[in-house]
């Protein structure tokens, strides 16, 4: 996914400001699925983040990820990593 200099922006201010998003991700297995994730933390070739789905810390890779929604949630964030 090649994104556009504001929608890299917007991507890093999701990330250093601790905001949640939406990540549409296509699995291993060829399925994709959507989920709201927070606290993001990269760690290239990595994203890292806790999902609503199962409460748990998630790892997605850059070249899976379809698309990113950095406007969809705002709400305050999860824990961050290790607390």
């Known amino acids: 996914m090649l994104l556009s200099p504001p929608a890299l922006r917007s991507r890093a201010h999701s990330i250093d400001h601790q905001l949640s998003a939406v990540v549409t991700y296509a699995a291993g297995r060829g399925a ?32 899976r990820i379809e698309d990113v929604d950095t406007e969809a949630e705002r709400t305050s964030p999860a824990p961050r990593w290790g607390q």
């Open 32 to 63: 994709s699925g959507s989920y709201v994730v927070h606290s993001l933390e990269l760690d290239s070739p990595f994203i890292y983040g806790w999902t609503d789905a199962d409460d748990e810390p998630h790892t997605f890779h850059l070249a």
